[in-house]
């Protein structure tokens, strides 16, 4: 599957901007994943079909404007098999619901500058750390996010509008991104509105079978409002107040022959209220077969006791071919009593009845990209 240079770093390819093709010509390229499902959510338990959360259609493109610089585009859209989303039932929500990475930009010797909605730099540092993503496994049942009894989750794991990004050349192996997100272009008449912003950087290292990073990001808000369900971070609700949330993590992988194995710690700060959570992971290939592995620990946050989780997920990747995969997941959240840490992410995530409920569930899907 052909991507763009920012898609190449959540896969771990940090490519420099020559990485786009050199002449106008339109590159399709997506991914396409169905699973049927059974979960659990410790009230019921249900069997549904979902199509993850990372089935795409993209179309890209660049223009050659001479000594050495490029005009790079990209428009991307999710796609969802069951036509369904969030439980809208009857195909409500459209094969085509929702916009993934769209930017245009520059690329040449000084790197990448784009303008649009785009993944923070802080979600894609540890993106290839997560074997399970876009399954009922994805590590962001926990990392970027904290207990939804603290009307916080999935917070740092973000695809905003609004986006000012510069993606830096390839040194030697070395990295980095740095991303801007403004407020909305509506309510110009609402008080303190341009005070609303975020701030996202990483840096990260790639040679050989080492790889390494780090990433920090801020939000600067009015009226502490949240995350929004569709992943744009919600920078001015009207309320006038000022609060902040913030976040850092690092991250390692590295792989011995077959085996590959990946490490991350993450500390998250809303209302004063710091969580800390890490997570490790394993995978070991055998010809077309992958096994997996891995655990995660979320701690209590700051001053609430039981606010912690801990989750385990096992799959197997059996690869039909390069581009089509069978994939079988099976995952398990066991929330502290008071928490409600939720498997899945975005429209595939299972909900919670009430804190303290334990989450499972296991599933069988295909991926395929082209």
Do not use: C
Not at 96 to 111: E, K, Q
Not at 305 to 310: D, I, Y
Not at 337 to 353: E, R
């Amino acid at each position: 599957m052909k991507k763009s240079l920012i898609a190449l770093a959540v896969a771990g390819t940090f490519a420099a901007p020559a990485a786009f093709g050199a002449t106008a010509n339109v590159d399709v390229y997506g991914q396409l994943r169905v699973y049927v499902e059974n979960v659990d959510n410790g009230v019921n338990d249900k069997t549904r079909v979902t199509t993850g959360n990372a089935a795409s259609l993209g179309f890209k493109g660049s223009e050659d404007l001479g000594g050495g610089l490029k005009a790079i585009w990209q428009v991307e859209t999710n796609v969802s098999l069951d036509g369904d989303n969030n439980g809208a039932g009857g195909g409500a929500a459209g094969a085509l619901n929702g916009t993934r990475n769209t930017y245009l930009g520059l690329a040449g010797g000084f790197g990448t500058v784009l303008v649009g909605v785009h993944d923070t730099p802080y979600k894609l540092s540890t993106g290839r750390l997560d074997n399970f993503v876009g399954t009922l496994g994805d590590y962001n049942s926990i990392m970027g996010a904290m207990d939804n009894s603290n009307n916080a989750s999935a917070l740092f794991d973000l695809r905003p509008s609004n986006v000012i990004a510069y993606v830096s050349p390839n040194f030697s192996g070395f990295q980095a991104r740095v991303g801007y997100v403004m407020s909305g272009e509506k309510n110009f008449t609402t008080a303190n509105i341009n005070e609303g912003d975020a701030w996202s950087l990483d840096l990260s290292y790639a040679q050989g079978p080492l790889f390494v990073t780090g990433a920090y990001e801020k939000h600067n808000l009015y009226g502490g409002a949240s995350a929004s369900s569709g992943g744009t971070i919600v920078l001015n609700n009207n309320t006038g107040a000022k609060t902040e949330r913030e976040a850092w993590k690092i991250g390692a992988g590295y792989k011995f022959g077959d085996l590959s194995l990946g490490a991350m710690y993450e500390n998250i700060e809303v209302a004063n209220a710091d969580r800390g959570a890490w997570m490790l992971n394993a995978g070991y290939a055998m010809g077309p077969i992958t096994l997996k592995a891995m655990y995660m620990n979320a701690d209590d946050r700051d001053g609430t006791n039981n606010t912690g989780a801990k989750q385990w997920n096992l799959g197997v990747d059996y690869a039909l071919s390069k581009r089509t995969t069978v994939q079988f997941v099976y995952a398990n959240l066991d929330n502290d009593a008071n928490a409600q840490y939720q498997l899945g992410q975005g429209s595939n995530t299972v909900t919670s009845g009430a804190a303290g409920q334990d989450q499972n569930g296991f599933a069988i899907g295909v991926r395929h990209s082209f």
